[in-house]
């Protein structure tokens, strides 16, 4: 078992940034790929970044390539996602997620443990 709560979501203008953080505990944390995905009102969840369990590979959605920055501290047991730049399209709530074995790094249902989420609002 992994248990992920969310941080650092909050209302901010078009262009700005925000930077969320991801705190891990219970198994090792170390040993998770991790995720972080989004879900605005009345659509489906969706990919935004993933990074690899050593840190070493990280992969992005088109949608936000260029403008966030995931990254992880297994010291500290911690996932970020520096989100830079930010659109009124980027508003959803984003969630972290473990994903302990292998499989893609963009399917949601790979991924076995999951945060509660934190919201993000941008405005125009």
């Known amino acids: 078992q992994v248990q992920l709560v969310e941080s650092g979501g909050g209302l901010v203008q078009a262009g700005g940034s925000l930077r969320l953080s991801c705190a891990a505990s219970?198994?090792?944390?170390?040993?998770?790929?991790m995720g972080w995905f989004r879900q605005a009102p009345g659509k489906e969840r969706e990919f935004v970044a993933a990074?690899?369990?050593?840190?070493?590979?990280?992969y992005y959605a088109d949608s936000v390539k260029g403008r966030f920055t995931i990254s992880r501290d297994n010291a500290k047991k911690s996932l970020y996602l520096q989100m830079n730049s930010l659109k009124p399209e980027d508003t959803a709530a984003y969630y972290c997620?473990?994903?302990?074995?292998?499989?893609?790094?963009?399917?949601?249902?790979?991924?076995?443990?999951w945060g509660q989420g934190t919201q993000v609002s941008v405005s125009s």
């Open positions: 990074i690899s369990w050593t840190g070493g590979s990280t």
């Open positions: 997620a473990c994903r302990s074995g292998g499989g893609t790094y963009n399917d949601v249902s790979q991924y076995d443990y």
């Open positions: 219970g198994r090792s944390f170390s040993t998770c790929n």
